[in-house]
């Protein structure tokens, strides 16, 4: 199974990550966070670097950012042509098909909040110590080029939304919702795929109510 997560800046995505594997057993899941590609990294196919992050049979892998990179940062920031990123939509849907027919459960949730609502946070990231380290410069910049970033982000959306994997966008002006959102899509679609896969959910615990 493999929870891939993108979305906005500040849109809240380690809050729900951390909500989503706390309780799990840390031997069958793990998390892991793409930023640039390294310099060895940009020398093979841009879906390279994320093979071995993809999980195994009975393992679980949650992605903070992923292979969208090269429809968004990269297309926005100009580190990828326009036959680059403009061919990769084909690419990437391509790539997870085979995963999914392979038999993953892939999930994949965008974090929507409004330009205003990611100005608040900003904002209180910058007069928080303990958070200030989350705000950097080129946080600032992309929000300059939000504009750009939302066609890119509309194109994304419609281009790599399949039948296998569909796109879950999630309302996350509230942190609560989308956290307890993402819990239940979650637990869903695990339910939805055990069921196809010929295995019946465990009931819930005796007491507790769906």
Known sequence: MCVLFEGWDAAGKGG?????????????VRVAQFSAPSHDE?????LWRFYPSLPGWGGMAV????????VLVERVEGLATLDQWDRAYDEIVQFERSLCLEGM?????WLHISEGEQLARFRRREQDPLKRWKLTDE???NRDQRAAYERAVEDMLERTDHELARWRPVEAES???ARVKVLETVVGEIETGMRERGFEP???AHGRTP
């Open 16 to 28: 729900v990550i951390k909500r989503l594997v706390a309780p799990l057993d840390p031997r069958h």
């Open 42 to 46: 940009k020398r093979h196919h841009f």
């Open 63 to 70: 992605l903070d950012r992923s292979w969208y990179g090269r």
């Open 105 to 109: 459960i892939l999930i994949k949730f």
């Open 139 to 141: 946080d600032w910049r």
């Open 175 to 177: 942190k609560r919702y």
């Open 202 to 204: 465990p009931p819930l």
